[in-house]
Nanobody, 124 residues
Framework: QVQLVESGGGLVQAGGSLRLSCVVS????????MGWFRQAPGKEREFVAA????????QYRDSVKGRFTISRDTAKNSVYLQMNSLNPDDTAVYYC?????????????????WGQGTMVTVSS
């Protein structure tokens, strides 16, 4: 059983910052990429960022480039999402996910394990 637990969500004013964390636990698995996705009410889940587990190469959706930073700590089996200059369009449930393929993907169906999500609300 693999578990992903996100934390760090909350309510923040526009222009503020939040740092999301995700810890992976459970049986041993080979992780190639960890990603963050988000889903706003009434919308589809969308890719936010991903990081290669070894080597630390990263990918971002265009709307968060320069504002969000994904990082990981392999010793803690954790991935983080530092979110700065937040705006109301960033309001969503944020999910972390594990991908077990060797090449990157920004598609939700390309990820194998998911957390339960953490809510981020940005007020104007």
């Amino acid at each position: 059983q693999v578990q992903l637990v996100e934390s760090g969500g909350g309510l923040v004013q526009a222009g503020g910052s939040l740092r999301l964390s995700c810890v992976v636990s459970g049986r041993f698995l080979t992780m190639y990429y960890m990603g963050w996705f988000r889903q706003a009410p009434g919308k589809e889940r969308e890719f936010v960022a991903a990081i290669r587990w070894s080597g630390s190469s990263t990918q971002y959706r265009d709307s968060v480039k320069g504002r969000f930073t994904i990082s990981r700590d392999t010793a803690k089996n954790s991935v983080y999402l530092q979110m700065n200059s937040l705006n109301p369009d960033d309001t969503a449930v944020y999910y972390c996910a594990v991908r077990r393929a060797v090449f990157p993907s920004d598609a939700a169906n390309g990820y194998d394990y998911w957390g339960q999500g953490t809510m981020v609300t940005v007020s104007s």
